[in-house]
């Protein structure tokens, strides 16, 4: 008599014992709780959440892949050249132009400082950008870059979080939760939704960055290492091998299952998720995960080293990940809060990361995949026009104005966006809040940001909040 069977004839549900299943059930269980799961007739549970799914009207993207330069990059020394900061370098700034300014950090008596690094024009869209940006500089035609960009926070984690969720307040959906669950994911062997990290430290915001607030947590982003398993403990322990390891899931799933069904609890539908999605990744993720397969010639397009923890390394995965069907992938690089050191750390920061989001674009580009994938770069404020407070080379957080580019997905190429004043401190015209940006992302994925919702207390939440939030036609081709 197998466990099914004896389970039927002499144990209630709720009297079972969970170190009984566990010794005695094997094969066959998790196949019971996976058909559940896949919405198959006859079965109690719902669909697959994160089957793919039709957007509201035909996309521009499908794909996206956000390079977050969280600490914030400097506009000033990168894309928005002020010849003013240059003419009045070492002057106070007019006392209008401060009047009601908040700041982390900054004194009242800090001098404007002019750029540190010279620019020119790039392309055939004559596009102004940073000696310190040469290789983004080489696909100028290929980029949308805003100018114009605004957000209402002043620190990092919370300026982190609107970037990231659209609110200022932990527990609210990410970006990539939201892409996930509108479009679900075309890759069933991999998770929907990748996080890289590779700067000196995690992002201010932590895991919230990805997480998936009130949405069930089967659509937050799966942190992946790029130096050994892609995941934590993804490999076998000794001693245990696959048919072991599938017999223990299959028991352990069918316990979750049975709790699933009686509570309909969406951790308990993420758990079993989770542990399938952790089986099928023991033998597809080591594979997407290893770059030593590319040819040279595309590992020294990206700058990329096999076994090392790098930004390049994390791009040419991007791209990989994107290949097999993976619908959001997002790059945390937690380097560029330059509140002193300006020069020399701006330089490294550009070192490690402008060749290889090039190469990004470039190679997505040469394999077809950039019309539909959709590539974000930036942080999550601007700095500000004067010099911090004691510093002589550094800037402070400022939320009036920063810049960030855009490529793919139905952008259009070699445009630039928007302007700022004199001494890049305020947005003089086509301003973009941080919720229009998002308006914006979902509009190329296919939806109308004000009808992508989720129902929670009675509300009708969606991405861009309650505020009103605008497409920005201008930027999509």
């Not at 004194?107 to 950008?129: R, V, Y």
């Not at 810049?403 to 928007?418: D, R």
Request: hydrophobic residues 40%; negative net charge.
């Amino acid at each position: 008599m197998n466990c099914q069977s004896y389970l039927s004839q002499h144990i209630q549900p709720k009297t079972l014992a969970r170190r009984w299943f566990l010794k005695e059930c094997g094969v066959g269980l998790g196949a019971i709780a996976l058909s559940q799961l896949a919405g198959i007739p006859g079965a109690h549970a719902s669909a697959d959440p994160i089957a793919p799914k039709q957007p509201q009207f035909t996309p521009r993207a499908k794909n996206v892949i956000f390079l977050f330069m969280a600490g914030a990059p400097s506009h000033l020394e990168l894309f928005d050249y002020k010849p003013d900061l240059v003419k009045f370098n070492g002057t106070l700034p007019p006392p209008e132009l401060l009047e009601g300014y908040r700041a982390a950090f900054i004194k009242p008596n800090s001098k404007l400082m002019g750029p540190k690094f010279k620019f020119g024009k790039h392309g055939e869209c004559g596009a102004e950008i940073s000696e310190l940006l040469p290789h983004l500089a080489g696909v100028a035609d290929d980029i949308t870059i805003i100018r114009s960009m605004t957000t209402d926070a002043f620190n990092h984690a919370p300026a982190q979080l609107q970037m990231s969720t659209g609110s200022q307040q932990f527990g609210k959906p990410s970006l990539g939760a939201w892409t996930l669950y509108g479009l679900g994911s075309e890759c069933n062997n991999l998770p929907g939704f990748v996080v890289f990290n590779t700067g000196k430290k995690g992002p201010s915001a932590g895991s919230a960055n990805w997480g998936s607030g009130y949405l069930p947590p089967v659509y937050q982003g799966a942190p992946f290492r790029t130096v050994g398993d892609p995941v934590l403990y993804l490999s076998n322990p000794p001693g245990v091998d696959r048919e072991l390891q599938r017999e223990s899931l299959d028991a352990i799933n069918a316990l979750n299952q049975q709790h699933f069904a009686e509570f309909g609890d969406p951790q308990i539908e993420a758990r079993i998720r989770s542990f399938e999605m952790a089986y099928q990744m023991q033998a597809t993720a080591p594979d997407a995960n290893d770059i030593s397969q590319e040819p040279q010639h595309v590992l020294d397009l990206y700058g990329a080293e096999p076994g090392v923890r790098s930004f390049a390394n994390s791009c040419l995965l991007a791209r990989r990940l994107v290949e097999r069907g993976v619908r959001f992938v997002e790059i945390f690089h937690e380097s560029w809060d330059q509140h002193g050191d300006l020069v020399k750390d701006i330089k490294q920061n550009c070192q490690d990361t402008d060749q290889a989001s090039a190469a990004l674009i470039a190679d997505l580009k040469q394999r077809g995949l950039l019309e539909d994938t959709l590539v974000v770069w930036g942080g999550e404020f601007g700095r500000t026009p004067m010099v911090e407070g004691d510093h002589n080379d550094g800037r402070d957080h400022h939320p009036n104005a920063f810049t960030m580019w855009l490529a793919g997905g139905g952008t259009t190429a070699g445009l630039t966006y928007g302007e700022t004043d004199s001494l890049g401190f305020n947005v003089v015209s086509e301003q973009v809040h941080v919720r229009d940006l998002h308006a914006t992302i979902l509009q190329l994925l296919g939806f109308d940001h004000s009808r992508l919702t989720y129902k929670i207390q009675g509300l009708d939440q969606r991405l861009t909040g309650v505020e009103e939030a605008r497409v920005i036609e201008e930027i999509i081709a």
